[in-house]
């Protein structure tokens, strides 16, 4: 099964975009892995943040198939620890979806039809970052969860 990493705008700062980069490379070792950039939207400064994430929303919507499991990195996502999420993306894997789709939103978050469409929701921590540090983060503890289903020296139990 394929696996994507769905991100609103392009990575701002180079230090992320050279993390990024880090594990990207090592995540196409265990799976096919793709990052994919939804383009900003255009003229928004006469636009409410509502309004933004209805037009976000709907660019997702176009490019989503029926068949692909869409997580959304959302605050209010469920919490698990490296361990447990290993085995949260296992299951996901051995599902009879073609794609899962991991969907970093924008500054204003998802709009409620991407809630409505979401499959899952996860939260990396019960702290908020910015969607820009979310991209690293979410590409590190998915190669950390492959490395744990691998039984590698990555990931370290106490």
């Known amino acids: 099964m394929k696996v994507e990493l769905w991100l609103i705008g392009k990575t701002s700062f180079g230090y992320i975009k050279e993390g990024m980069e880090i594990y990207q490379k090592r995540l196409t070792h265990y799976l096919p892995f793709e990052v994919?950039?939804?383009?900003?939207?255009?003229n928004v400064k006469n636009l409410r943040p509502n309004q933004i994430k209805v037009k976000e929303g709907a660019t997702i919507n176009s490019k989503l198939k029926k068949e692909d499991f869409l997580i959304l990195l959302d605050e209010g996502?469920?919490?698990?620890?490296?361990?447990?999420?290993?085995?949260?993306?296992?299951?996901?894997?051995?599902?009879?979806?073609?794609?899962?789709?991991?969907?970093?939103?924008?500054?204003?978050?998802?709009?409620?039809?991407?809630?409505?469409?979401?499959n899952s929701k996860l939260s990396l921590s019960k702290m908020t970052f910015s969607h820009?540090?979310?991209?690293?983060?979410?590409?590190?503890?998915?190669?950390?969860?492959?490395?744990?289903?691998?039984?590698?020296?990555?990931?370290?139990?106490?």
């Open 77 to 118: 996502g469920k919490h698990f620890s490296s361990v447990e999420f290993a085995k949260f993306l296992d299951q996901k894997l051995q599902m009879s979806y073609k794609k899962i789709v991991f969907l970093v939103g924008g500054a204003y978050g998802f709009s409620e039809d991407i809630y409505k469409r979401a």
């Open 132 to 158: 820009q540090m979310i991209r690293l983060f979410v590409l590190e503890q998915i190669y950390r969860g492959m490395t744990i289903l691998r039984n590698e020296p990555y990931h370290n139990e106490g």
């Open 36 to 42: 994919s950039i939804i383009p900003d939207i255009k």
